[in-house]
């Protein structure tokens, strides 16, 4: 394990130094204590935890999955082993004191078992097909984000262009064909579309409807959602298809000029998509740990450090299947394991930090950040308000091709003095006082 993944980890440690000890000075002005417990964080340690992790007998730690839960276990174990207290919210059943550390909650699986869409115009059929596909045939519309439409009877077409000139169009419980030279504006007016009510709304993003067939494979892929209570009912749906089924559709030829010079407005089409779906429960679960603060002022302020446990699982056929996500994100998972392991010797030796601590792993990250919305929005086993800072870690086992191999010892901090002057400061501190000497780049230190 490089440096540079250590370091980080120990740049983690020192982020909460300026709180974390009673009784003593902070980390800047005793830079050997904050070193002392650093040095416990080890690349031998680090890679012991990771070979695990990342073992293809955790099989990639889908979401839900066996491998996902055996991982859950693992760490829940890590946590009891060093004796670092629960703070999950399942009952402990007596197996060992590991259910305690585990958040476990539901998922809604939907699996799209077929889908067929028929267009027509004038009584004409312009357009069938559906998914699976015949033999050699192509899938000419293909969902791929939102609720796959599932109509009862056909909805207008209506064509938007690049969204420039659509005042007075309306879209409401129409398919709306939108189509423009910036494919990520497209995407953003398609969201604006779907609030607007549309059913659904057709991106041509390839030439043909043969550049999209990629997508396809996905339309009967199993998704996850959250059930908070809180979703609104329907949504539509965007739709990937070529520019040449977008003109058959139009009733104009495939190229860009005849496409441009449609009016906005109805199309004259008619089109109607059905999709049957399969719906079940998935169980997954967050692992929370957790030390106290020491200070009867504030331990009832927390600092959250937390990382996502799942990866993407198994794919695809040959003889290496699996994605170990030894990097995504088990490099970041791991590292917080020998955090809390840092943390809870300092306490262990009076040094505890004055703040609490919560050790959070999350699942379903790779999914829709579920683990993590389930934790803020339905569960939060702290109360939000009295959660000072979050310090999310994910990512640190890779170099970046850009820089090379001439240095590895650079971290890129996304948020910092875009969400907190004082984080921003104690990582500048801590770095300089640590010896870790990061490159720290806000080269993605974005809002977006």
Known sequence: MTHSR???????LGLLAAPAVAQTPDAAEDPDLLQRYQATITPSE????????????????DTGEPGQRFASS???????????????????????GLAPYKQTFELARTQTTSMSYTASRNGETVLSGGAPAADGALVEL????????ADTEPARVVWVGDGSAM???DVAGAYVIASGADQRAMQGLAGQLIQQGARGVILPVAETAEGVQRYARRLTRASLSLQTGEEESGGGA???????????????????????????????????MSAEREESAVETENVVAFIEGSDPALKHEVVVISAHL???GDHGEGEDTIYNGADDDGSGTVSILEIAEAFQLAKENGHGPRRSVVFLHVTGEEKGLFGSQYYADVDPRFPIENTVANLNIDMIGRYDP???????????IIGGDLISQDIHDWNATVNDISGTDLLLSDRFNSPD
């Open 238 to 272: 965007f739709i990937l298809t070529g520019m040449d089924v977008a003109a058959r559709l139009l009733g104009v030829d495939a190229t860009a000029e005849a496409m441009a010079a449609v009016p906005v407005g109805d199309t004259g089409a008619m089109l109607q």
């Open 310 to 312: 799942d990866h993407v």
């Open 74 to 96: 693992y760490l829940a174990g890590q946590y009891a082993a060093m004796g670092i207290a629960p703070k999950g919210s399942d009952a402990d059943p007596g197996n060992f």
């Open 6 to 12: 250590l370091s980080l980890a120990a740049l983690g």
């Open 46 to 61: 680090l890679a012991g935890h990771l070979y695990v992790y990342a073992d293809d007998y955790m099989a990639g730690r």
């Open 402 to 412: 850009e820089r090379g191999f001439e240095t590895t010892d650079y971290v890129y």
């Open 142 to 149: 293909i969902p791929v984000y939102g609720t796959p439409p």
């Open 167 to 169: 005042d007075g169009v």
